[in-house]
């Protein structure tokens, strides 16, 4: 697994009450959500990002009223035609 080391302004941990680790956790999570959104990874990367069970990663979405399915509606015809055809 690649580090990335991410320089925070100094004091940023005492204005938001958290410890470098929380911070850290914070930042992870959010960067993966973010990037879940976005649709560029999935939610199994995503959770892997945040460090944490799938499950937690879902439930993190719904604190945050994030959509888990990244679905467009034409995907989703894309997938029912694929369905109906009988190609998948």
């Given at each position: 697994?690649?580090?990335?080391?991410v320089e925070?302004?100094?004091?940023?941990c005492?204005?938001?009450?958290?410890?470098?680790r929380?911070?850290?956790?914070?930042?992870?999570?959010?960067?993966?959500?973010?990037?879940?959104?976005?649709?560029?990874?999935?939610?199994?990367?995503?959770?892997?990002?945040?460090?944490?069970?799938?499950a937690d990663?879902?439930?993190?979405?719904?604190?945050?009223?994030?959509e888990?399915?990244?679905?467009?509606?034409e995907?989703?015809e894309?997938?029912?035609?694929?369905?109906?055809?009988?190609?998948?």
């Amino acid at each position: 697994m690649a580090t990335v080391t991410v320089e925070i302004p100094e004091g940023l941990c005492a204005t938001l009450h958290r410890s470098p680790r929380e911070v850290e956790k914070e930042v992870r999570l959010a960067s993966a959500i973010e990037w879940y959104r976005q649709g560029r990874i999935s939610q199994g990367r995503a959770a892997e990002i945040a460090g944490i069970p799938r499950a937690d990663f879902l439930d993190a979405l719904a604190a945050r009223k994030i959509e888990a399915i990244q679905i467009t509606p034409e995907e989703l015809e894309q997938e029912v035609d694929a369905l109906r055809s009988g190609s998948r």
